[in-house]
């Protein structure tokens, strides 16, 4: 493989001379600046909803109650998140380091690919125009199994490419592709790129049977890892804990159905399956448009590149079968049609194999423009979204996290968007736009049967549909029954914190329903429950059902869920908690 730092030519006399800015060093060194500019943000950028939630996974692995056995292979590389000290948020961070060498790992493979149709500096601008797009500079180093699965596939892609084609490589490839296709089944998008590989390949070794059958033994090879692994992830996760699939998430990544046998693991993971056939692909406007807009701009010139990809394929001077193998790495842009999931962070899996096919039309617009305005513009719109990024959603988290977990220092049962949490037990499902029309097509009032099953005396206010629930707003995504069960038993404690409680005008008295039994406290004068006077600062038990709560009081007044450990002291953040696409 050539060296990312290959120098240019020398001059005979003088020897060794500086870079021109249009060099491969320049190139390499811009990436390195992004690379580092990308660092700060493993530390500065708001942890991303999707991102708790792979934690929480994990989380599970470690108390044995993880569900699922497909998508979540990741548990067992970062199982000893969970004993290191600090927070979530501080392991989640940690956890960061590890994506970030994987996207390393995956901008040497996209200039080792690129290698094979160009020339050195067109590839390694073809590395700097991926990691320069705006939304894989904020999430390429992201806690997501789409680093990971991106750097297994690219490196299959460029072995397949580049290796020589034996029984060995062609073992090593397959067993690739079979640990990306268990660590995320959207590996199987990326099916084009490595058929376009394949076939040259084939072509290039005079398409023999011998050359059929070694890539047939990738497919082989491929099937059998993957089955191998998720036998052997099968056995090391628990039963379901909740049997009610209304309460689990219907992300991708989630759980469905019930049995604690090998009979009911294996009907999660046919759920898994079915449901992303059914549901992760959709007819019509892309459900997320604006992030295809967003993504462009973030990144104009490889939009424009990607584009023209067909037709600067088809007009170059490569093979046939080349051209082909380049075809086959842009093909994977088309899912922005088709697949449901295109998020920002789907950016960080869907650009390399496009980072290469465009390789073609990038060789003639540097030869035509020159390499210094192919840097200049990634690198200033990369610089700007770094620039721009929001730096003040982090420290809210962490405010809420801290006190939270000050409050529950043995943890509870919550709701929330995304389990903020993940040392708790998050109740319902991950709100995610796929999961909430998942659970309003169950039209089952799950988050109510929650409730009525067991204590649940924490509810984090983090997203606009929470917020929507809590105010009743037409627009809640939640079906009324648990929407009404929110506003009647929670009530704003601190900033984004609810905890159990009923909020009484003064002089009204009704029959009221407790979905949260408990210890409460009363807050204001005139509280009567069940006839009995509650004096300010008064605690009482109160079971599950209806009970009379009155206000004969002037002013408002309230009951509040009592148990817990510590309340905050520090005033709370104000602002989101979490950080816009």
């Given at each position: 493989?050539?060296?990312?730092?290959?120098?240019?030519?020398?001059?005979?006399?003088?020897?060794?001379?500086?870079?021109?800015l249009?060099?491969?060093?320049?190139?390499?060194?811009?990436?390195?600046?992004?690379?580092?500019?990308q660092?700060?943000?493993?530390?500065?950028?708001?942890?991303?909803?999707?991102?708790?939630?792979?934690?929480?996974?994990?989380?599970?692995?470690?108390?044995?109650?993880l569900?699922?056995?497909?998508?979540?292979?990741?548990?067992?590389?970062?199982?000893?998140?969970?004993?290191?000290?600090?927070?979530?948020?501080?392991?989640i961070?940690?956890?960061?380091?590890?994506?970030?060498?994987?996207?390393?790992?995956?901008?040497?493979c996209?200039?080792?690919?690129?290698?094979?149709?160009?020339?050195?500096l067109?590839?390694?601008l073809?590395?700097?125009g991926?990691?320069?797009?705006?939304?894989?500079?904020q999430?390429g180093?992201?806690?997501?199994?789409?680093?990971?699965?991106?750097?297994?596939?690219?490196?299959?892609?460029?072995?397949?490419?580049?290796?020589?084609?034996?029984?060995?490589?062609?073992?090593?490839?397959?067993?690739?592709?079979g640990?990306?296709?268990?660590?995320?089944?959207?590996?199987?998008?990326?099916?084009?790129?490595?058929?376009?590989?394949?076939?040259?390949?084939?072509?290039?070794?005079?398409?023999?049977?011998?050359?059929?059958?070694?890539?047939?033994?990738?497919?082989?090879?491929?099937?059998?890892?993957?089955?191998?692994?998720?036998?052997?992830h099968?056995?090391?996760?628990?039963?379901p804990?909740?049997p009610?699939?209304?309460?689990?998430?219907a992300?991708?990544?989630?759980?469905?159905g019930?049995?604690?046998?090998?009979?009911?693991?294996?009907?999660?993971?046919?759920?898994?399956?079915?449901?992303?056939?059914?549901?992760m692909?959709?007819?019509?406007?892309?459900?997320y448009?604006?992030?295809?807009?967003?993504?462009?701009?973030?990144?104009?010139?490889?939009?424009?590149?990607?584009?023209?990809g067909?037709v600067?394929?088809?007009?170059?001077?490569?093979?046939?079968?080349?051209?082909?193998?380049?075809?086959g790495?842009?093909?994977?842009?088309?899912?922005?049609?088709?697949?449901?999931?295109?998020?920002?962070?789907?950016?960080?899996?869907?650009?390399?194999?496009?980072?290469?096919?465009?390789?073609?039309?990038?060789r003639?617009?540097i030869?035509?423009?020159?390499?210094?305005?192919?840097?200049?513009?990634?690198?200033?719109?990369?610089?700007?979204?770094?620039?721009?990024?929001?730096?003040?959603?982090?420290?809210?988290?962490?405010?809420?996290?801290d006190?939270?977990?000050?409050?529950?220092?043995q943890?509870?049962?919550?709701?929330?968007h995304?389990?903020?949490?993940?040392?708790?037990?998050k109740?319902?499902g991950?709100?995610?736009?796929w999961?909430?029309?998942?659970?309003?097509?169950?039209?089952?009032?799950?988050?109510?049967?929650?409730?009525?099953?067991?204590?649940?005396?924490?509810l984090?206010?983090?997203?606009?549909?929470?917020?929507?629930?809590?105010?009743?707003?037409?627009?809640?995504?939640?079906?009324?029954?648990?929407?009404?069960?929110?506003?009647?038993?929670?009530?704003?404690?601190?900033?984004?914190?609810?905890l159990a409680?009923?909020?009484?005008p003064a002089?009204?008295?009704?029959?009221?329903?407790?979905?949260?039994?408990?210890?409460?406290?009363?807050?204001?004068?005139?509280?009567?429950?069940?006839g009995?006077?509650l004096?300010?600062?008064?605690?009482?038990?109160?079971?599950?059902?209806?009970?009379?709560?009155?206000?004969?009081?002037?002013?408002?007044?309230r009951?509040?869920?009592?148990?817990t450990?510590?309340?905050?002291?520090?005033p709370?953040?104000?602002?989101?908690?979490?950080?816009?696409?």
């Amino acid at each position: 493989m050539d060296s990312l730092l290959t120098s240019g030519p020398r001059r005979p006399a003088a020897g060794r001379t500086l870079p021109s800015l249009g060099s491969v060093h320049v190139g390499a060194a811009s990436i390195i600046l992004l690379l580092a500019l990308q660092c700060t943000l493993i530390f500065s950028r708001a942890i991303n909803w999707d991102e708790f939630f792979f934690y929480g996974q994990v989380a599970q692995f470690g108390r044995g109650e993880l569900e699922t056995p497909l998508q979540t292979l990741h548990v067992h590389g970062f199982r000893w998140l969970v004993d290191m000290p600090g927070s979530a948020i501080d392991h989640i961070l940690t956890a960061r380091l590890a994506m970030f060498v994987c996207e390393c790992v995956t901008i040497v493979c996209i200039y080792a690919l690129a290698r094979r149709f160009a020339d050195r500096l067109t590839s390694v601008l073809a590395a700097l125009g991926y990691i320069s797009a705006g939304y894989v500079l904020q999430h390429g180093m992201s806690f997501r199994v789409d680093p990971p699965v991106t750097a297994t596939l690219m490196v299959a892609l460029a072995l397949l490419a580049r290796a020589s084609l034996g029984w060995w490589s062609a073992a090593l490839i397959g067993a690739l592709i079979g640990m990306a296709g268990m660590i995320t089944i959207k590996a199987v998008l990326f099916a084009p790129a490595f058929a376009g590989l394949a076939w040259m390949r084939w072509a290039d070794a005079g398409r023999t049977r011998a050359a059929a059958l070694r890539i047939a033994g990738i497919a082989v090879a491929a099937l059998a890892v993957f089955l191998a692994l998720y036998v052997w992830h099968s056995g090391q996760i628990a039963g379901p804990v909740h049997p009610d699939p209304a309460l689990v998430s219907a992300h991708a990544d989630a759980d469905a159905g019930a049995g604690a046998d090998a009979r009911g693991t294996q009907a999660r993971a046919a759920a898994v399956l079915n449901r992303s056939a059914s549901d992760m692909f959709f007819v019509g406007l892309p459900p997320y448009w604006p992030m295809i807009v967003k993504a462009a701009s973030l990144a104009p010139l490889l939009a424009v590149l990607i584009l023209a990809g067909p037709v600067t394929i088809a007009r170059s001077a490569l093979s046939a079968h080349e051209k082909c193998a380049l075809a086959g790495l842009w093909l994977p842009v088309l899912t922005l049609a088709f697949y449901r999931n295109t998020a920002g962070y789907y950016y960080v899996f869907l650009l390399p194999p496009l980072a290469v096919a465009v390789t073609c039309g990038l060789r003639g617009t540097i030869a035509r423009f020159g390499a210094v305005p192919v840097m200049a513009i990634m690198l200033v719109i990369a610089l700007a979204t770094w620039v721009t990024d929001d730096r003040q959603v982090l420290p809210r988290q962490r405010a809420v996290s801290d006190a939270v977990q000050k409050m529950f220092p043995q943890g509870t049962a919550y709701f929330d968007h995304s389990g903020m949490i993940p040392a708790f037990r998050k109740v319902n499902g991950f709100m995610t736009p796929w999961g909430m029309e998942q659970y309003r097509r169950a039209g089952s009032s799950s988050y109510r049967a929650a409730m009525e099953r067991q204590a649940i005396p924490l509810l984090i206010e983090n997203d606009t549909m929470v917020t929507a629930a809590l105010k009743g707003d037409h627009a809640a995504v939640l079906l009324p029954e648990d929407s009404r069960a929110w506003r009647g038993n929670y009530v704003n404690y601190w900033g984004t914190v609810w905890l159990a409680g009923k909020t009484v005008p003064a002089g009204t008295g009704e029959a009221s329903e407790f979905l949260v039994p408990g210890q409460y406290r009363a807050e204001g004068e005139g509280l009567v429950l069940d006839g009995v006077a509650l004096a300010e600062g008064e605690t009482v038990d109160v079971g599950r059902g209806m009970h009379n709560l009155a206000n004969r009081g002037s002013r408002p007044a309230r009951l509040v869920w009592a148990a817990t450990a510590q309340s905050p002291q520090d005033p709370p953040p104000t602002g989101d908690l979490w950080i816009g696409y």
